[in-house]
C-alpha cells in the first residue's frame, strides 16, 4: 500500500461528523426493521441485514455499536439502547461454553459500558458497577475453561471446531480474560485449584505466535515473514502440532486478510495491556520486556506483511493467494477495485487492520520509538474507508461499511446481479469495527482520552 505522511487526526474531523451521522440512521433502521426471532443479524444481502447459523458471535457487535455512537456524540438514546440490550439479551453469551467469541461479544457490550464509566462518561452507579464487573469476570472465566493443552506446556482457547484448532482470531476475544484478570478473578478447576487467566492469556498468545503466524525462517515451503494462517491444528493425543488449516481462506497456505488482521490488531491490544501490567506481575512468564519484545516481533511481522502485499489504498482483498488475483496484474501497485470480476475485496479486514496499525504506531510512539509507519498506514486506510464505494449513503442500505465479505469458500455472501464475485454488501463485525476505528480517530483528532479496553 502506499501510506500517506501528511495526514493527521485532526483532517479527519469533518468526515467523522458525516460519519457518525449516517451510522445513527443505519443502527435505527436495524433497531425498527430487524425481527429478533430470526436470531441475530450478521451479514447483508440486497442492503438488508439477515442471519446466518454458524456461531452465534456479532450479537455484541449489534448492541456494542449503539454504545461506541454513544461514545462518540453523547447521543442518550444510543446509550439507552445499548444498556437495555445488554441488559435484556447478552446474559447468555457470558456463560456460552461452546464459543471462543467472548471478547467480541462480551467486551463489545459489558466492556464498552464498564469503559465508559470508569472514563465518567456515564453516571458512576455502585450496583451498576458490580453488575459488568461480574459479568465481564464470568465471561472471561468461561471463555479461559475452553483450554486445549500442548506438547510445549502452553495451551491454547480451542475455538467452535473443536479441542484440535486453534483459530487466530481469537487472538481479540483474549481481551475477555484480560478483562477478567484486571477484575481480579480466576478460573477454579478442579480441587478447587485456581487457574491464573493472566497466564492462559500469554499461553494463548504466544501459542498464536509460534502456530499462526509466520516469521520467514523456513517453517515450510510457505514461509514468508508476516504471513498468518486461519487455523492451526494438534494432535490431541499429545499435543503436538500438525498442519495448518482454513476454515474462511483460500487455502492453509495462503493468507486469509481477515485473519491478518485480527493479529494485527490483537497482538497490538495485548501490547498495550501487558505494558499496563507491573514487572513482578508478568516476571513468572520471562520478564514484561521480554515478554512485549516477543509480541512485538509478532506485531511487526503481520503489520509489515499487510502493508506490503495490500492494494495502494490500503483495501486488501479476501485472501492474498485468491486465484483469480492472477487476472488482475500486479493488484499491489493499484487501487482496490471492489467490482471486479475474478475476487472479492474485504473491507472490513481493512477496518480492523487500520486500527491495529494506529494503535500499534501509538505505543512505539509512547515507547520512544519510531512508529510513523503503522501509525501513518492506519490513517491511510481510514481515509479510504471514510468515502464511497466503502461508507454506504443509501438511506435504504443497512449496512454502514460496503463490501464486507463473510465466508468466501461456503459462498454465502450475495452476488449482485450483473457481478461475478461478492459485492456491495455489508457485515456486523465490519459495521463495528469501522466505528471502533472512528471513534478511536475521533478521540485522537479532538485530543480526548486514549481508549483502552482495560481502563
Known amino acids: 500500500m502506499q501510506i500517506d505522511f501528511h495526514l493527521n487526526p485532526e483532517q479527519f474531523q469533518n468526515k467523522l461528523t458525516r460519519f457518525f451521522s449516517l451510522s445513527a440512521q443505519k443502527i435505527h433502521m436495524i433497531e425498527t426493521e430487524w425481527d429478533p426471532s430470526k436470531g441475530t443479524p450478521v451479514y447483508t444481502s440486497g442492503g438488508k441485514y439477515t442471519t446466518r447459523g454458524w456461531t452465534e458471535w456479532t450479537q455484541g457487535f449489534q448492541f456494542g455499536s449503539a454504545l461506541l455512537q454513544y461514545d462518540a456524540t453523547g447521543e442518550e438514546e444510543f446509550l439507552e439502547s445499548g444498556r437495555r440490550d445488554t441488559l435484556e439479551k447478552m446474559a447468555p453469551h457470558l456463560t456460552h461454553t461452546g464459543v471462543h467469541d467472548h471478547g467480541f461479544n462480551n467486551v463489545s457490550t459489558y466492556g464498552n ?105 523456513g517453517r515450510d515451503a510457505y514461509d514468508e515473514r508476516g504471513r498468518t494462517v486461519h487455523e492451526a491444528i494438534f494432535n490431541m493425543r499429545d499435543g503436538q502440532f500438525r498442519c495448518p488449516s482454513t476454515q474462511q481462506g483460500y487455502s492453509p497456505f495462503s493468507t486469509w486478510t481477515r485473519g491478518l488482521a485480527w493479529a494485527i490488531t490483537g497482538f497490538a491490544e495485548e501490547i498495550e495491556f501487558l505494558d499496563s501490567l507491573s514487572h513482578e506481575a508478568l516476571d513468572p512468564f520471562g520478564g514484561k520486556n521480554n515478554l512485549i519484545d516477543e509480541f512485538l516481533e509478532t506485531a511487526y511481522a503481520t503489520a509489515d506483511y499487510y502493508i506490503e502485499h495490500t492494494p495502494l489504498d490500503g483495501i486488501p482483498y479476501w485472501d492474498c493467494g485468491a486465484p483469480g488475483l492472477v487476472h488482475l496484474g500486479d493488484y499491489c501497485q493499484q487501487k482496490a477495485e471492489p467490482f471486479n470480476k475474478y475476487e472479492p475485496v474485504d473491507s472490513s479486514a481493512a477496518a480492523i487492520a487500520a486500527q491495529g496499525l494506529i494503535r500499534l504506531g501509538h505505543y512505539l510512539a509512547t515507547q520512544g520509538k519510531d512508529g510513523a509507519r503503522y501509525f501513518q498506514a492506519g490513517l491511510t486506510i481510514a481515509q479510504t474507508l471514510l468515502e464511497e464505494p466503502y461508507l454506504s449513503v443509501s438511506p435504504q442500505h443497512q449496512g454502514l461499511l460496503l463490501h464486507s465479505v463473510y465466508h468466501r469458500p461456503n459462498g454465502w455472501d450475495t452476488i449482485p446481479a450483473g457481478q461475478t464475485v461478492p459485492c456491495g454488501e455489508s457485515s456486523l463485525w465490519g459495521d463495528y469495527h469501522v466505528r471502533e476505528l472512528a471513534v478511536l480517530l475521533w478521540r485522537l483528532a479532538t485530543q480526548k482520552p486514549y481508549p483502552v479496553f482495560f481502563q
Open 113 to 217: 459500558l464498564w469503559r465508559l464509566m470508569n472514563e465518567g462518561r456515564i453516571p458512576e452507579n455502585p450496583w451498576e458497577r458490580h453488575f459488568y464487573e461480574l459479568a465481564l469476570k464470568t465471561s472471561g472465566a468461561v471463555q479461559a475453561a475452553r483450554w486445549s493443552s500442548t506438547s510445549n506446556g502452553f495451551g491454547f482457547i480451542c475455538s467452535f471446531n473443536g479441542p484440535h484448532s486453534l483459530f487466530v482470531d481469537t487472538i481479540r476475544s483474549l481481551r475477555a480474560l484480560a478483562l477478567s484478570h484486571k477484575l481480579g478473578h480466576v478460573l477454579m478447576g478442579e480441587q478447587d485449584k485456581p487457574i491464573s487467566l493472566l497466564e492462559r492469556l500469554i499461553h494463548h498468545a504466544r501459542n498464536t505466535a509460534r502456530y499462526n503466524v509466520y516469521y520467514g525462517t
